[in-house]
C-alpha cells in the first residue's frame, strides 16, 4: 500500500516525469491513431515506427549527442521519408500498399540496425543507451524530455481539433470531400504529418517495435463502444492514458519491469475485454444478441402458429394442446417448450389444464406477424415478378425484421392488399 501510495503522491520526483511523459505520448498517439484506424491504414503506423531508427541513428552520428530534439527531429525525417516512399511504390509500381509498406520498413529497418550496430562498436561513450529506442525506456524520462513532448503533443491535439471535421470527412468519405472543394491531398499530408509526430513522440517511452500498438490498439477498442467519433476519440485517449499510468506504476512496484511493454499489455488487455464484452459489437454482446433474435424468432412462429389455427376454426382463443402446436409448425420439442414457457412470461399465452391459448396481446402479436409475412409475399409477387411458389421461404425470414416504417411503405405501395398471392386474407 505505501508503493502505491508513493507513486500517486510523486514522492520520488522522477515518477512525476515518468508518468506525465507516459499518459502524454499514449494520448497523443491514440487520438491521431483513430483516423490512422477509421482508414484502414493501420500498418502505416508499423512502417513509421521502424523507419524511424535509421533517423535516430543519423541524427546521433551528425551532433554526437543524445538530445532529444535532435533525435526526435532525425526520427521525423525517415518517418516522413517512408511515407513518401510506400506512396510512390504504391502510384509508380504494380505493388499494392500492403506490399510496399512491408518493403519500405524492412528496408529501413534493417538500414538502422546496420547504424546502430556501427554506433556501437564505434567506442564511443555516448552512444551509451541509443538502444534503448528499440524497446524504449520510459524510466529514462527527465525534465526536460517532459516540456519537449508536452510541446509536440499540444500541437498535435490542436491541428487535431482544429481540423477535426476535415479529418472525419477525409476518414469515412473522401471522394465526398473532394467534391466539396477541400484539398484532400494537403489534409492527407496534415494527417500524415501528425501520424509521424505521434509516433516519434512514442519511440521514447515503448519503442519503435511496439510504437505501432499504441498507435493502433486503443482505437480499436474505443471503436468497439460507440459509433460516435467523438466519444471514439475520448475512449482512446482514455484508454491511452490509463495504460500509460498502469504500465508506469508496475515498473515503478516492480523495477524490473519494463515500462514500455506493460503500456502495450495494459492497452491490448482494455482491447481484449472491448472486443469480448462491448455491449454492441463485442463477442459477448453479439453471442447473447444472437440468442436474443432465435429465441424471438421462436416465440413469434409460435404465436402465427396459434394464430392460424384459430384462423382456420375461427376462434382465436381456444386452447390448444403441445402436440396440436407441432402439427401446426414444425418446432422442435424443446424449442417450442422454451418458446411457450417465455411467451407465458410475457403475458402472451396462458396455461389452463396442460392447454395453451392466445391473450388479446398473443393474439393481436400474432396477427401482426402473419400479417407481415402475407404483405411481404404480395410485394414479390407483384414488385418483383416472384412466382406465388417460390416467396414463402423468402416471407419466413422477413417478417421478423420488417420495421413498422416498412410495414406502412408495403401498405400504401401495395395499396392495403385484402388476401396474399395464395388467397389467404391478410388481417389488419
Not at 490542436?158 to 479529418?167: G, H, P, Q, V
Not at 482494455?270 to 459489437?281: E, G, T, Y
Amino acid at each position: 500500500m505505501s508503493t502505491f501510495w508513493n507513486f500517486i503522491t510523486f514522492a520520488d520526483p522522477n515518477i512525476k516525469y515518468i508518468v506525465l511523459g507516459t499518459v502524454l505520448l499514449s494520448v497523443g498517439s491514440a487520438v491521431v491513431g483513430c483516423f490512422s484506424f477509421l482508414r484502414k491504414r493501420a500498418l502505416v503506423g508499423d512502417a513509421v515506427a521502424h523507419s524511424v531508427l535509421p533517423g535516430v541513428c543519423l541524427a546521433f552520428m551528425l551532433s554526437g549527442t543524445k538530445n532529444p530534439l535532435w533525435l526526435l527531429l532525425g526520427a521525423f525525417v525517415t518517418g516522413w521519408l517512408s511515407l513518401l516512399s510506400i506512396d510512390f511504390i504504391s502510384k509508380n509500381s504494380k505493388l499494392k500498399e500492403d506490399t510496399s509498406i512491408g518493403l519500405v520498413l524492412s528496408v529501413f529497418f534493417g538500414i538502422g540496425i546496420l547504424l546502430l550496430t556501427h554506433i556501437q562498436q564505434s567506442g564511443e561513450a555516448s552512444q551509451s543507451g541509443l538502444d534503448k529506442f528499440l524497446f524504449g525506456k520510459a524510466a529514462s524520462l527527465i525534465g526536460s524530455d517532459l516540456w519537449l513532448f508536452l510541446g509536440v503533443v499540444s500541437v498535435l491535439l490542436l491541428i487535431t481539433f482544429l481540423f477535426f471535421k476535415e479529418f472525419t470527412l477525409l476518414s469515412f468519405d473522401k471522394q465526398y470531400a473532394a467534391a466539396l472543394g477541400l484539398p484532400v491531398r494537403g489534409l492527407e499530408l496534415l494527417l500524415t504529418t501528425l501520424t509521424v509526430l505521434a509516433v516519434v513522440i512514442g519511440i521514447q517511452s515503448v519503442g519503435v517495435v511496439l510504437m505501432a500498438a499504441m498507435l493502433i490498439t486503443p482505437a480499436a477498442a474505443a471503436r468497439y463502444w460507440t459509433h460516435d467519433i467523438r466519444k471514439m476519440v475520448a475512449l482512446a485517449a482514455t484508454f491511452g492514458a490509463i495504460s500509460g499510468i498502469t504500465g508506469a506504476y508496475i515498473s515503478y512496484a516492480a523495477p524490473a519491469m519494463p515500462t514500455g511493454p506493460w503500456i502495450v499489455l495494459v492497452v491490448s488487455l482494455l482491447a481484449v475485454v472491448s472486443f469480448s464484452f462491448a455491449p454492441r459489437k463485442g463477442i459477448v454482446g453479439s453471442l447473447l444478441l444472437q440468442r436474443k433474435n432465435r429465441l424471438q424468432i421462436i416465440e413469434e412462429n409460435i404465436l402465427k402458429a396459434l394464430f392460424h389455427l384459430g384462423e382456420q376454426e375461427n376462434d382465436f382463443f381456444k386452447h390448444r394442446s403441445f402436440e396440436e402446436i407441432i402439427i401446426k409448425r414444425d418446432i422442435e420439442p424443446s424449442q417450442l417448450r422454451t418458446g411457450l414457457r417465455r411467451l407465458r412470461q410475457h403475458g402472451y399465452v396462458l396455461k389452463e389444464h396442460g392447454l395453451w391459448t392466445l391473450t388479446p396481446e398473443g393474439q393481436q402479436r400474432g396477427k401482426r406477424v402473419t400479417k407481415l409475412h402475407r404483405l411481404w409475399e404480395m410485394y414479390l409477387t407483384t414488385h418483383l415478378n416472384i412466382a406465388p411458389d417460390h416467396v414463402h421461404d423468402d416471407a419466413e425470414t422477413m417478417e421478423h425484421i420488417i420495421t413498422p416504417e416498412i410495414e406502412r411503405a408495403l401498405e400504401e405501395q401495395l395499396r392495403f392488399p385484402t388476401t396474399d398471392p395464395h388467397g389467404e386474407n391478410i388481417p389488419y
